[in-house]
Nanobody, 119 residues
Framework: QVQLVESGGGLVHAGESQRLSCAAS????????MGWYRQAPGKQRELVAT???????TYADSLKGRFTISRDNAKNTVYLQMNSLESEDTAVYYC?????????????WGQGTQVTVSS
């Protein structure tokens, strides 16, 4: 059974930092591209950042320089370091694990963790 469990969300003040974690089980973690997405109230889910099995990272253009994604394959965990948080960063943050082998795509989601940034 695949599980992606996010943690580290909560209430922070604007300008502060927060680190999210996502612990994966039930998958061969090192072979997956891991990602963070977020969904604000009334908006569609959007990409925050991804990190491939080889460590290549991508970010939403608007978040470059403030957010950093990283992974620890020994701990089956992916992290999202968020700095200089703004009220617009308030959202539910979701962890994603994705892998494509030939014609088969495996795509798993966590339950999400709420991040609220107060101004």
């Amino acid at each position: 059974q695949v599980q992606l469990v996010e943690s580290g969300g909560g209430l922070v003040h604007a300008g502060e930092s927060q680190r999210l974690s996502c612990a994966a089980s039930g998958i061969r973690f090192p072979t997956y591209t891991m990602g963070w997405y977020r969904q604000a109230p009334g908006k569609q889910r959007e990409l925050v950042a991804t990190i491939t099995d080889g460590g290549t990272t991508t970010y939403a253009d608007s978040l470059k320089g403030r957010f950093t994604i990283s992974r620890d394959n020994a701990k089956n965990t992916v992290y999202l370091q968020m700095n200089s948080l703004e009220s617009e960063d308030t959202a539910v943050y979701y962890c994603n694990a994705k892998r494509r082998i030939l014609l088969t795509t495996s795509d798993f989601w966590g339950q999400g963790t709420q991040v609220t940034v107060s101004s």
